[in-house]
Each structure stands twice: as structure tokens, then as C-alpha cells.
């Protein structure tokens, strides 16, 4: 009797899971039709991972080009809000010197009316990482730039 029962129920979940899949007859199947329309990798420190490739929000994008970019002296004038050049400068301009381009993970952006927060993994060698947070805002000619960031 007890096999009997435990046969029904392993046909069930055979049953349950072929439906969650929209019907497919295999699980193969199942996972070639969702298209890719999964989600990024929670992690820790900073939540649900941005998808690079297609991104939540048009301040990411700004963001990615930002922190991939070389040091030079026009890295502020090219991506940081021309209110916030001189006090970025000054407070992070020797750090951001020692790390960029970076090799960088966003979390998923939260937008807060005219500004956008985005928690930032900055991968060290070794597999250390610091966890930055970045602030943007736009400009008047509506370019998202960066206007604060928070070091640890």
C-alpha cells in the first residue's frame, strides 16, 4: 500500500512539474522556451544583480561606461554632474585613480524621483570586493552623471 501511494505521489510531482512549465513535455523543453527571462543572482551584499546587457534603467547604462573608463583628467568632466566635480575630486579622486576601469556588478537600481541609487561590487584581485554606492542625477541636457559616491 505505502508503494502504491509514493508511485501516485512521484507521478503527481511529475505532473505538477511538466504544468509549471507551460506543458512542455520534457524539461528541456521547458527551459528553451522561457527565453532567457530569468533573473540575475541575489547576492549579499548588495541584492538583486543588474543585467548589463538590459539594464532597468538609462542611469545603468551611464554608470557602466563611467566606472569601465580610464582615469584621465576629463573622467569628471565626461561623467560626474558638474555641481558635484570639484568635492568628488577632492574627496575620491586618488581612489578612483588607484581603481578605475573597474571590473564592476551593480545591484538593481532604486530610483528616488530625479536621482538613481545604485549599490556597486567593485572586484579586487584575489576575490576581495568593496561594495561602493553610486548616486546619479541628470543634467540639463538630460546625460545621467554621477553626483555622489560612497566609499567604505
Do not use: C
Not at 505538477?16 to 513535455?25: D, F, H, I, K, R
Not at 551584499?45 to 580610464?70: K, L
Not at 551593480?106 to 576575490?127: E, M, N
Amino acid at each position: 500500500m505505502v508503494g502504491l501511494q509514493r508511485s501516485i505521489f512521484i507521478l503527481f510531482l511529475i505532473g505538477l512539474s511538466t504544468v509549471s512549465l507551460g506543458g512542455a513535455a520534457t524539461v528541456y523543453e521547458g527551459v528553451l522556451g522561457l527565453d532567457g527571462q530569468g533573473t540575475f543572482p541575489l547576492d549579499s551584499p548588495i541584492g538583486y544583480m543588474e543585467d548589463p546587457s538590459q539594464p532597468s534603467h538609462p542611469a545603468i547604462s551611464s554608470a557602466y561606461i563611467a566606472m569601465n573608463d580610464f582615469y584621465r583628467p576629463d573622467w569628471f568632466k565626461r561623467y560626474v554632474h558638474p555641481s558635484a566635480v570639484f568635492a568628488l575630486n577632492k574627496l575620491h579622486g586618488k581612489r578612483l585613480s588607484l581603481t578605475l576601469p573597474a571590473t564592476i556588478a551593480f545591484g538593481k537600481a532604486k530610483v528616488h524621483s530625479d536621482q538613481v541609487f545604485l549599490p556597486t561590487l567593485i572586484y579586487r584581485t584575489g576575490g576581495e570586493f568593496e561594495v561602493w554606492d553610486l548616486f546619479l542625477t541628470q543634467d540639463s541636457d538630460g546625460n545621467w552623471l554621477i553626483h555622489s559616491i560612497t566609499l567604505p
